[in-house]
Structure formats: C-alpha cells, structure tokens
C-alpha cells in the first residue's frame, strides 16, 4: 500500500534519546527525507537520503533504516526539539507521513 | 538565493475554483533537474503533498485529488500556477509552494504559506 505510517506522538525527557518512526512497504527501495514543523512555520529539512543530515542540523539528529521501516534518532533531546515531524517519500507520487508531535518535558 | 513566495485568495466560496500562485527566484524551472511542488496543511493536521511540475514540464498529482487539480509554469515570470476546482471547506488550510526535487538531496526549499478559507 502507498501510505507512511508514523506514531502519532512521542514524548521524552530534556537529555533522553527519542525516536520516531516511518513505516511503508516501498521504503526498502525509496528514500525518506525527514522534516520538522513548528508551530506557524514551513517545515525545515532535517535528515535526507534516510540518514544525511544537511549542514546546519545538529549532530543529535540522525536517520536509519530497517526494512521498510525509517527510524529519525535525536539523541539527548532538547526544549526546543519539541515539534511535529513528518517523513516523505515517493511511492507513486510523493506523499508524507501522517506527522509525529513530539513532546520533550 | 532561492525565495519561493505563495499568493492567492484568502476566502473562496465552495464550489468555486481556487486559483493560487507561486511566485520564485533564485533558479529557473528550465534548468533540468528543477521542479516544484503545492503541498498543503489543514489546521492542526497533517501535511499533505498536491502536485509537482517540473523542467520538462511533467505533471504529477495525488491520487485523492488528481481530478480536480492543474498545475502549469510560466517561465517567463517565473511562476508556478495550481487551480483546485469545485473547492470545499475541507480544503481549507495553509498551501505551501516547495522545491523538493528529489530524495538524496539535501535542497530543500519553502514558501512560508498562504492560509486558504472555504466558506460560504
């Protein structure tokens, strides 16, 4: 099926390892990009290729893969991590994931 | 330096036909490899990819709304243009105009949106 699925929420601790995942059946021959989203703003680019990380993202965020599963990793999350995230991909056409809000308190 | 600025009606009435443009700089649609996309968001919820065209002027739609939406370029004023026909108020949200041409680069481009009502 052409669909992205992602957990609707996670939440951690300031200083705690969160990860998101993006699960889809064509993700084994496809490329993910992720972007995060804050509230009232476009979404920025931070992980592409399933695990590059463009200049100016923090090291504390990094992709991988798994099958047909993308896993974004911040590591030692921040306040300021807390936004929604949404993976992207191409199936047929190109279509995000339904978004994770990210928690961090 | 890459701007994409989206513009259009901020109310339209359902039924009626939703014109919106984008307007860039910074790169053209002629140069192979360039493309651009509308991708919306309605409030509080998900994004959602619309349509693509790019340089050789190949047009790509979701699949949910593929019958009620075009997408054209104008190279000369550098202008990508999507119409959505037979709007609803479910269509209402924030449309973004992207330059996401590919998935192993790290380009990545938006507009900072246009909020779209549908009311009567």
């Known amino acids: 099926s052409y669909e992205l699925t992602q957990p609707s929420s996670v939440s951690v601790s300031p200083g705690q390892t969160a990860r998101i995942t993006c699960s889809g059946d064509?993700?084994?021959?496809?490329?993910v990009r992720w972007f995060r989203q804050k509230p009232g703003q476009a979404p920025i680019l931070v992980i592409y290729?399933?695990?590059e990380r463009p200049s100016g993202i923090p090291e504390r965020f990094s992709g991988s893969k798994s099958g047909t599963t993308v896993t974004l990793t911040i590591t030692g999350a921040r306040l300021e991590d807390e936004a929604d995230y949404y993976c992207f991909s191409a199936a047929d056409t190109w279509l995000f994931g339904g978004g994770t809000k990210l928690t961090v308190l | 330096q890459v701007t994409l600025r989206e513009s259009g009606p901020a109310l339209v009435k359902p039924r009626e036909t939703l014109t919106l443009t984008c307007s860039f700089s910074g790169f053209s649609l002629t140069t192979r490899g360039m493309c651009l996309n509308w991708i919306r968001q309605a409030p509080g919820k998900a994004l959602e990819w619309l349509a693509l065209?790019?340089?050789?002027?190949?047009?790509y739609y979701s699949r949910s709304l593929t019958t009620r939406l075009t997408i054209s370029k104008d190279t000369s004023t550098n202008q990508v243009v999507l119409k959505m026909t037979n709007v609803d108020p479910a269509d209402t949200g924030t449309y973004y105009c992207a330059r996401i041409c590919s998935l192993d680069s790290s380009s990545s481009y938006w507009g900072q949106g246009t909020l779209v009502t549908v009311s009567s």
């Open positions: 065209i790019d340089w050789a002027d190949d047009k």
């Open positions: 064509f993700l084994t021959r496809k490329y």
């Open positions: 290729k399933d695990t």
